[in-house]
């Protein structure tokens, strides 16, 4: 068992993986994500300015690792989106975790001895990226249960031992994991329900709506992501008016709006279009 072990994880247990640093414009990577979430500059700023520092006082290269962020707001804000987006710009490979899970999410391993036996989670991915710093984002940690409740593990009580640490030992592996380089976000429709330990290791940053004034770039935003799905060019997919009629009646409206609802609204228009030109 431990042979099988050693030879699936030998790039983990026998040579080290690459550090992706900060090899890209930090300038580029703010200006292309102030135009695609206009309505988010302040997330924006905290996350590349953090970067900025660490780019501009490393001695050596400076690797790529974002501080522990939890971007806090109402549902269909984009906070998934931006976040998705972030680590795509900067080359980062991203583990997408569902804070809903009713166990661990994962990061706990099966020790030795189990017919199971499994490394964490995060071990794996890093491995399969061949990424020794990638980011791992818990998408709604405020819909994670209880931190007493441990019936088939929890996953607050998992994130606990490992955000913001450096080193973990993983019981299946035999070994510490070098946890140090990670990128940990998540996101959350408020932070009541999150344990307070945990939620202290976080930087909290407050993210609303888009309003009126962001419609362009939102559907622009809609856009490239249905072009990238359909793989078609993003100049083929037709512009819509009055799909929030609402909102457009009341141009300087400061009302915040949720994005799945304007995406919604467009592929149902699209579906329309479509039907008709066929």
């Not at 080359?91 to 490394?119: C, E, K, N, Y």
């Not at 939620?199 to 856009?223: C, W, Y």
Request: net charge negative.
């Amino acid at each position: 068992e431990g042979k099988k072990l050693s030879q699936r994880f030998q790039k983990f247990t026998q040579q080290k993986l690459r550090l992706k640093t900060i090899d890209f414009e930090l300038q580029s990577l703010y200006d292309e994500l102030s135009v695609e979430f206009p309505w988010a500059v302040n997330v924006v700023e905290h996350i590349v300015g953090n970067l900025a520092i660490t780019k501009t006082f490393s001695v050596g290269e400076p690797v790529l690792r974002f501080n522990p962020t939890l971007l806090v707001g109402p549902k269909g804000t984009g906070k998934t989106s931006l976040l998705k987006r972030l680590c795509e710009l900067s080359h980062i490979p991203m583990q997408l975790v569902s804070g809903a899970m009713p166990d661990s999410g994962g990061f706990l391993p099966v020790a030795r001895g189990w017919a199971t036996a499994q490394p964490r989670g995060l071990c794996s991915f890093m491995v399969e990226n061949e990424c020794a710093n990638p980011a791992v984002f818990i998408d709604e940690l405020d819909k994670a249960k209880a931190i007493d409740d441990n019936r088939n593990g929890n996953l607050q009580a998992s994130l606990l031992s490992m955000v913001g640490a450096d080193r973990y030992f993983d019981n299946c592996l035999q070994g510490d994991l070098n946890l140090s380089k990670i990128s940990w976000f998540a996101s959350a429709n408020s932070s009541e329900t999150v344990y307070e330990p945990l939620l202290d290791r976080f930087t909290s940053i407050s993210m609303e709506g888009p309003a009126n004034a962001h419609i362009p770039a939102v559907m622009q935003n809609i856009k490239n992501e249905l072009s990238r799905s359909l793989g078609c060019d993003v100049s083929l997919l037709p512009d819509f008016p009055n799909l929030r009629p609402d909102l457009n009646a009341r141009e300087n409206s400061c009302e915040t709006f949720s994005l799945r609802e304007l995406k919604r609204n467009y592929e149902e228009r699209l579906k329309q279009h479509c039907v008709h030109e066929n």
